[in-house]
């Protein structure tokens, strides 16, 4: 075949086709202008809603997907292409695969329902069952902490959903909760004035709601006093060792007695 032959063969194409291939390209370049308007425009609704950041970008992927989904099959249809059984065959596949990743698509679904719902977000403290530390991410598949001795945790979604969620983070102010054991012999009011005014004096225990100092228990060698200052969030565990040194700094210095278990045997010896 010369170039005469092939010329003629391309110009004929054309003529047949010409049409068609004039709004095969309209109904692309229209498809992909409408489609990233689309996105971009849901993209900044979500985030101007403050949706999470991470799932906005998991809508608009999903999205894209299914309208250049849309699009292929339109361009078929204008070109003539019988997309029935390419649908089928697309239908099945993705049954196949989703029941091949289920356990992934369960902790996609589950991202999705923490990221709404934002039980915690990146940089609160929490306990998640037996896991504790501080959230470094929150992805659509899974968790990731830092322990406080800095080591990483991947928790996968379901995981993080299956179990109780303790956010430390979450409120500005948290209680302190101490117990200090005193003598029975000691004058208990005696200790609950010298503990009230260590965690008064502290400069980072907030005044409202007040510190509650009280006697809480009767063990078996000692009383117990509990004391319950309030702080911010962030000064918890300065406060809780400041108050553990001090108090029991003042203690010794008054000169309470705080026993230790004890065990009093009585030996009864039978006569001979």
Known sequence: MNFEEIWNTIVAFFEARGWSIV????????????????????????????????????????LRFVLYLVLVFILAGVIGIDMTPIAS????????????????????????????????????????GSVSGTVQSVGM??????????????????????????NYSERPTRRVD?????SYSEDVERAKSIISRVVEAHPLVLDEPAP??????????????????WVNNADYWTVYWDLNEQIYAELNKEGIQRPFNQLDVHVKKEEQ
């Not at 695969?97 to 915690?120: C, D, E, Y």
């Open 23 to 62: 709004i095969f390209l309209a109904v692309f370049v229209a498809g992909v202008i409408i489609v990233r308007a689309v996105c971009y425009w849901l993209s900044r609704l979500l985030l101007k809603s403050k949706v999470e950041k991470t799932l906005v970008g998991f809508i608009i992927t999903v």
């Open 89 to 128: 065959a697309l239908s099945a596949a993705v049954v196949a695969i989703g029941l091949a990743l289920q356990s992934s698509l369960s902790n996609i679904a589950n991202g999705v329902v923490l990221i709404s719902t934002r039980p915690f977000k990146e940089g609160d403290y929490v306990d998640i």
């Open 178 to 182: 101490m117990v200090f054991s005193v």
């Open 141 to 166: 598949f899974v968790t990731v902490l830092i322990t406080p001795d800095n080591k990483k945790v991947v928790l996968t979604n379901t995981n993080v959903l299956a179990n109780d969620v303790v």
């Open 212 to 229: 509650t100092v009280r006697l809480h228990e009767f063990k078996d060698s000692s009383i117990g006093i509990i004391t319950r200052p």
